[in-house]
């Protein structure tokens, strides 16, 4: 029998297609998971915001995200370690003052030290290169929490019967002298099998001004200034108040430090040293 070589495929007959994900779009949080060195633990947070390093995301185009959406890298998306999924955010580029809006539908990055993994859109239009970027990340609380109360598993649909409204996302806009630079439009994603559709964000991004900052590594959540102070003289770090809910927190930074693997050491060290929540940011 003679074979046939057909688009890469060795085959007798004829080449069988790719398996087709299904979306079956949804409300989650998730349970902890990990990469080599941390764990993160997800959680609901409707007006979440904080600074970090941004890098490409490397998932497969067509598999299922965490939420249940089917990934494109062409579309404006991003995963977080932590936050609930779907969550609409603002992400700036510190180093050139580009800012996109996007949904974030997966977890990841899957490497210690980052906050956010953006899709080749979202990364292209924030003028990214190959390596992660400063950015500051954050959410927009209305358009978030209208996810998780209109969305399969959410708050809302637990607790009634009624029919499931579309969502309905709000625009990019500019704000502050920002100016809009509109670059496509967006196609309308696939419907899951729940009925909802979950249209893409704007392919836009804002141009503001570049505001670079110094990388630290950050250890929250320590109750008390003293046992604060007791980790800082032990590492040369320096102590902060931060609010948690209605209480003071104590967190402390070390640093600051000139270049990525230099924070990336000091954040693997204090990961070594228990400090789970350690983190970089940018100042």
């Given at each position: 029998?003679?074979?046939?070589?057909?688009?890469?495929?060795?085959?007798?007959?004829?080449?069988?297609?790719?398996?087709?994900?299904?979306?079956?779009?949804?409300?989650?949080?998730?349970?902890a998971w990990h990469v080599p060195g941390q764990w993160f633990?997800?959680?609901?947070?409707?007006?979440?915001?904080?600074?970090?390093?941004?890098?490409?995301?490397?998932?497969?185009?067509?598999?299922?995200?965490?939420?249940?959406?089917?990934?494109?890298?062409?579309?404006?998306?991003?995963?977080?370690?932590?936050?609930?999924?779907?969550?609409?955010?603002?992400?700036?580029?510190?180093?050139?003052?580009?800012?996109?809006?996007?949904?974030?539908?997966?977890?990841?990055?899957?490497?210690?030290?980052?906050?956010?993994?953006?899709?080749?859109?979202?990364?292209?239009?924030?003028?990214?290169?190959?390596?992660?970027?400063?950015?500051?990340?954050?959410?927009?609380?209305?358009?978030?929490?209208?996810?998780?109360?209109?969305?399969?598993?959410?708050?809302?649909?637990?607790?009634?019967?009624?029919?499931?409204?579309?969502?309905?996302?709000?625009?990019?806009?500019g704000s502050g002298g920002v100016s809009v630079v509109a670059?496509?439009?967006?196609?309308?994603?696939?419907?899951?099998?729940?009925?909802?559709?979950?249209?893409?964000?704007?392919?836009?991004?804002?141009?503001?001004?570049?505001?670079?900052?110094?990388?630290?590594?950050?250890?929250?959540?320590?109750?008390?200034?003293?046992?604060?102070?007791?980790?800082?003289?032990?590492?040369?770090?320096?102590?902060?108040?931060?609010?948690?809910?209605?209480?003071?927190?104590?967190?402390?930074?070390?640093?600051?430090?000139?270049?990525?693997?230099?924070?990336?050491?000091?954040?693997?060290?204090?990961?070594?040293?228990?400090?789970?929540?350690?983190?970089?940011?940018?100042?």
């Open positions: 029998m003679k074979k046939v070589v057909f688009w890469g495929c060795l085959l007798l007959a004829s080449c069988s297609p790719a398996p087709t994900a299904h979306p079956d779009v949804h409300y989650t949080v998730g349970a633990y997800p959680r609901e947070e409707f007006a979440w915001q904080g600074t970090g390093l941004a890098v490409r995301q490397d998932g497969r185009e067509g598999e299922l995200t965490a939420d249940g959406e089917v990934r494109s890298m062409a579309t404006m998306t991003a995963s977080h370690p932590t936050l609930q999924l779907p969550a609409i955010v603002t992400v700036t580029n510190l180093e050139n003052g580009r800012q996109v809006r996007v949904r974030v539908n997966d977890r990841g990055p899957a490497q210690m030290g980052r906050a956010l993994a953006l899709s080749t859109q979202a990364a292209n239009l924030l003028g990214m290169g190959a390596g992660p970027a400063q950015v500051r990340i954050v959410e927009d609380e209305v358009a978030s929490r209208q996810l998780a109360e209109t969305l399969p598993g959410g708050v809302a649909l637990q607790i009634e019967a009624a029919p499931r409204e579309q969502v309905v996302q709000s625009s990019l806009g670059v496509g439009g967006g196609a309308e994603s696939a419907p899951a099998s729940t009925g909802v559709r979950l249209p893409d964000l704007p392919v836009a991004y804002a141009q503001g001004y570049a505001a670079p900052g110094m990388l630290w590594v950050e250890t929250m959540d320590f109750t008390s200034r003293s046992a604060a102070v007791m980790q800082a003289g032990g590492h040369g770090g320096v102590v902060r108040p931060v609010m948690s809910g209605q209480s003071t927190m104590w967190a402390v930074r070390q640093g600051p430090f000139a270049t990525i693997s230099a924070a990336d050491a000091a954040l693997k060290q204090a990961l070594a040293n228990g400090f789970n929540g350690s983190h970089i940011v940018v100042e």
